[in-house]
């Protein structure tokens, strides 16, 4: 039988989920360096040891609301397409394998943008919002 | 095709092209001077290498192309064939052919390209051996030449056991219709074999252009007795000789003893040849020594850290360690900046032959001067100077230079000389591009650049020459009038400007109508790491390239004026219109502060002036540039980012497009 194994984070009251093959670290967040006339979503960058990383706001990308970093705040950065990028989430929960029979894709247009999510995976009765990366960030155009 | 052999794939791209090149660069030699063995050689062995790793890999175009092109250099290398310019040009079009194999390779397309042709003119020089070389060699030496598709015709008939005749004909003095025996003499001739070439030509013998001779060049199996007899059978006709040229010369001992001690001298050249390649060198990804440079990035952050510990704690103990440290990595960091430079002599090398190519096309005789090839530039440079040079390359052959004829009209060297230099000049690397053709004229500039709408009457009037020749640069504007094949194709010297511009360096040309052009090229040797003042926008840090500043001022509220809604500045009398940074950033906008001071930096772009308005002036530093990545490329005004001592990142301004 099939699964996948998630890094499982909270923003605002939800629970998402990515895939472990895309995450490269977690870390604490750092001075970010703001661009001026990048798309609005994008914090900023960071220094991650040398390398300066894009930083995504996904509370803006989402269209939620800003709130203050909190201690448990990180900065998950992925690779995608070769490419670092580091997203902003409230606090990273644990890392999760769910059988791949356990993932649906619902019809989601209440709660959130349905473009980023891929599907809903189920595990121990919790509900995970798998992310759509490349839609967040705007690489399929 | 698994990684190992894309590595392998890589690895062979890479070297065709360096053989390639290698032949390109032969060739052009040994045109200059076919007897040149060593450079024979060179060819050869490239030519062999390229071969075997063509078959290896299993690409069997280039594997038969290069087979064929060895056995015509073997023959050319034996003396049984002789070099000539026709052969120069089939090797440069077999040179041409493999190249463009190599780059469908690389570029993952697969489809076949035709070389049958090739092929054949190759099979068809080498087949020239020296017995049948001397027949057309005599011919040469009676002033007759034979083209590609006779030469052929001939050396096919001989491989059939033709015989080669020259009968020379006379036609009596008396005869009324010269023509028509004439005319009976090439029937008869036809009915016995082929006729190659007469002298004077078919069509002037039937025009009666001639006098009471004629010759003609035949191949035919009957004998030469049988031939005379033939044409004696015609009335006024007389057969003044028939000369079948001389087959299979032996050479003489002496030449053979010459041949000895060529080849001698070839295993001497070569045993040279292989003592020259014991300096190894290793082919290493460039992607891998950016990383390296990152690393090395991160060390001299981390060591200003523990300076700064070292510091604050008073840990004396530390002191000898972390000099050790900071004297290593500087050290690390020139080495790894080292590693990065490469001889500008790679975007040189393809223009030889590049020139060549043009000149002959273009019907000019040019001679071309390439010097200090071993200049260093950092790769990022290099990879971008290319196309720059190219065109400013082509427009000297196309524009600047004049015709033999045209030159020698001009009481001038019949050759023109077009001179690519470069050097280095303290932080930077010089390059020019010199012709010494007809030059620019000043009188055409302005009038076109008045013509074109690129500057008013006034505007020029307060130019001097020089400035005017820099007209030369802005958009739109081409002197000539036909659109060529080869430059100005509407786009111009301003494309080749905003190339050099956005590779910080700049462009510069003098002229002398009449005597040449000089284009100079002055470029940073290196665009990772550069010279920066830092500056403070309200609480932002951003970097701003020092090659772009002109100064920095310091203004107070009461000095700010506005000009139709502009703020400008007096800065020695003229007017300076300023930009507040935290508008261009887009930061919340503040409102001027009476009691503050500003500091201005006056920037340029081309032309124009600029005073940047920021908070603070935090210093001047050298910061290493690195790229803020796929997702943010082409945001207007930003160059790239900098990571600084305090491990923040600052962005980089970039003047050319900020505003």
């Known amino acids: 039988m099939k699964e996948i194994q998630v890094v499982a984070f909270n923003l605002a009251k939800e629970e998402y989920a990515i895939d472990i093959l895309a995450v490269q670290e977690i870390i604490r967040p750092t001075a970010i360096t703001r661009v001026p006339k990048a798309p609005s979503y994008i914090e900023g960058v960071i220094n991650l040891r040398g390398n300066v990383v894009p930083v995504v706001n996904l ?38 394998r769910i059988k791949e029979e356990d993932i649906e894709v619902p019809d989601l247009s209440d709660s959130l943008d349905q473009r980023f999510v891929q599907g809903v995976g189920k595990y121990n009765g919790r509900l995970l919002l798998l992310l759509d990366l490349e839609e967040i960030l705007e690489l399929t155009t | 095709m698994n990684m190992n052999m894309n590595e392998y794939l890589n690895l062979f791209l890479e070297e065709s092209r360096e053989h390639l090149q290698n032949i390109n660069e032969g060739l052009l030699k040994l045109e200059q001077n076919p007897q040149d063995e060593e450079t024979l050689n060179e060819i050869f062995r490239s030519a062999h290498t390229l071969k075997g790793m063509a078959a290896t890999m299993g690409y069997e175009n280039i594997a038969e192309l290069t087979h064929k092109m060895e056995n015509l250099l073997s023959k050319l290398r034996e003396f049984e064939v002789e070099f000539t310019s026709e052969i120069g040009d089939l090797f440069f079009k077999c040179v041409d052919s493999l190249d463009l194999m190599v780059e469908k390779i690389a570029s993952g397309n697969n489809e076949d390209h035709d070389i049958s042709d090739l092929v054949e003119l190759l099979i068809y020089y080498e087949q020239q051996d020296s017995s049948q070389r001397n027949i057309l ?42 023509g028509v025996r004439a005319f009976m003499v ?63 010369d032996i050479p003489e001992t002496n030449q053979l003893e010459q041949l000895a001690t060529k080849t001698d001298n070839n295993t001497k050249n070569k045993k040279d040849n292989l003592n020259h390649k014991l300096s190894q060198t290793v082919r290493v990804d460039i992607g891998k020594l950016d990383n390296l440079m990152n690393l090395v990035g991160e060390l001299v952050i981390n060591k200003t850290r523990l300076e700064q510990i070292y510091k604050t704690n008073d840990l004396s103990a530390l002191n000898e360690t972390v000099e050790q440290i900071d004297r290593i990595t500087s050290e690390l960091q020139n080495v790894v900046m080292n590693v990065r430079m490469v001889p500008i002599d ?53 524009h600047g230079v004049e015709t033999s004829t045209e030159r020698q009209r001009k009481g001038k060297d019949p050759t ?107 470029l940073p040797l290196t665009l990772a790491i550069i010279q920066a003042l830092l500056v403070k926008v309200q609480q932002e840090v951003y970097a701003i390239p020092l090659a772009n500043i002109d100064e920095t001022t310091i203004i107070g509220e009461s000095n700010i004026k506005n000009i139709q809604d502009q703020e400008v500045m007096m800065l020695r009398g003229k007017i300076l219109p300023l930009l507040k940074l935290e508008k261009a950033l887009e930061l919340p906008l ?69 505003f």
């Not at chain 2, 975007?347 to 010097?371: T, W």
């Not at chain 2, 050298?622 to 790239?640: M, N, Q």
């Open chain 1, 59 to 96: 509370r803006h990308r989402f269209g939620l609301k800003e709130e203050e970093q909190t201690e448990t705040s990180r900065v998950i950065i992925l690779i995608i397409n070769d490419m670092k990028i580091g997203i902003t989430v409230d606090n990273v929960t644990e890392v999760i």
């Open chain 2, 186 to 248: 090439f029937r008869s001739l036809e009915e016995i074999g082929e006729i190659i070439k007469s002298i004077p030509s078919t069509q002037e013998i039937e025009d009666e252009i001639f006098d009471n001779e004629f010759s003609v060049f035949i191949l035919s199996k009957n004998s030469s007795q049988e031939v005379k007899e033939l044409l004696g059978n015609i009335t006024d006709v007389t057969v003044k000789e028939i000369i079948s040229p001389s087959l299979g």
């Open chain 2, 137 to 178: 060699e005599q011919d040469l030496e009676e002033n007759i030449d034979f083209n590609e598709f006779e030469e052929k015709l001939i050396t096919q008939g001989l491989n059939n056991n033709f015989n080669f005749y020259k009968i020379t004909v006379e036609i009596a003095e008396d005869c009324v219709m010269k």
């Open chain 2, 416 to 522: 023109a000389t077009l001179k690519l230099i470069a050097r280095q000049e303290g932080n930077s690397v010089v390059i020019v591009v010199e012709d010494d053709g007809k030059g620019i004229s000043i009188e055409k500039v302005k009038n076109k650049a008045l013509e074109k709408g690129l500057c008013t009457e006034a505007e020029i009037e307060q130019m001097d020459p020089e400035g005017i020749l820099n007209l030369i640069f802005r958009a739109g504007f081409s002197t000539t009038e036909e659109i060529s094949d080869l430059s100005g194709r509407g786009v111009g010297l301003d494309v080749v400007k905003t190339k050099i511009n956005s590779l910080s360096g700049s462009v510069m040309v003098e002229s002398q109508e009449g005597e040449g052009t000089r284009f100079t090229i002055k």
């Open chain 2, 590 to 658: 503040s409102s001027w502060d009476m009691e503050k001071e500003y500091f201005v930096v006056v920037v340029r772009k081309g032309n124009q002036q600029v005073g940047l308005v920021v908070n603070e002036l935090i210093g001047q530093q050298e910061i290493v540039i690195t790229s803020l990545g796929k997702l943010l490329s082409g945001i207007s005004g930003i160059a790239g980012a900098a990571i600084l001592g305090d491990g923040k990142v600052a962005l980089i301004l970039d003047i050319g497009t900020l």
């Open chain 2, 346 to 398: 790679q975007v040189f090398n393809r223009f030889p032959r590049m020139v060549r190519d043009l000149a002959k096309e273009l019907g000019k005789d040019v001679n071309f001067i390439l010097e200090g090839k071993e200049t260093e530039l950092d790769r990022t440079v290099i990879d971008e100077i290319g196309d720059p040079l190219v065109h400013l390359i082509r427009n000297s052959l196309d």
